[in-house]
């Protein structure tokens, strides 16, 4: 187990950016970008706080997949525009 004085040297290395914008040119669009960097280790999201819509999710620069929708006890494969 690492100590307390590891983990507060790794955690003052790191990144960590959170930004707010809105368009001037359309109303109520609004994202929030987010950002976590350290040595081998970047998280990013991007999303609408307004629809809680998530725009894109990565890990080290990959997109984490995930179902366009998913519901208990329906097979989402039998809707329009679902491949």
Known sequence: MESFEAFRKQIAE?????IFQSSVHSRQTFIRKTRYAREGCILECEYSPVSEGIKH???N???IEQPK???TGFDTSQL????
């Open 57 to 59: 999710m990565s890990v």
């Open 61 to 63: 620069g990959k997109p």
């Open 80 to 83: 329009p525009f679902m491949d």
């Open 14 to 18: 790191c990144e960590i950016k959170d």
């Open 69 to 71: 929708l998913k519901i």
